[in-house]
């Protein structure tokens, strides 16, 4: 059973940083792609940035030049570099994992959202 794990979230003000971890447990396969959704009250959940293994990554135009997505594949970790949050980027962060066995099915992971407030 696969579970992640994230932390790193908190209050910060407008202008800061704050980092955030995700760490997957259990069977992930080499084929799967990490990353970071987010939600914000009465929105729905989007994507901020996700990272395919060995492979390319990918950005919402809102945090292009500010956030910066980052992969430790010894430890099954997927980080999220934000900087220059402004009161818009409060939200849930959500670390989601999807791994592709070798027959091809793939599965997704949520974790369980990790709280990121920016004060004015």
């Known amino acids: 059973q696969v579970q992640l794990v994230e932390s790193g979230g908190g209050l910060v003000k407008a202008g800061g940083s704050l980092t955030l971890s995700c760490a997957a447990s259990g069977k992930v396969y080499s084929v799967n792609t990490m990353g970071w959704y987010r939600q914000a009250p009465g929105k729905e959940r989007e994507l901020v940035a996700d990272s395919v293994a060995l492979g390319p990554s990918t950005y919402a135009d809102f945090v292009k030049g500010r956030f910066t997505i980052s992969r430790d594949y010894s430890k099954k970790m997927v980080i999220l570099e934000m900087n220059s949050l402004q009161p818009e980027d409060t939200a849930v962060y959500y670390c989601?994992?999807?791994?592709?066995?070798?027959?091809?099915?793939?599965?997704?992971?949520w974790g369980q959202g990790t709280q990121v407030t920016v004060s004015s």
């Open positions: 989601k994992l999807t791994s592709c066995s070798h027959e091809h099915t793939c599965d997704d992971y």
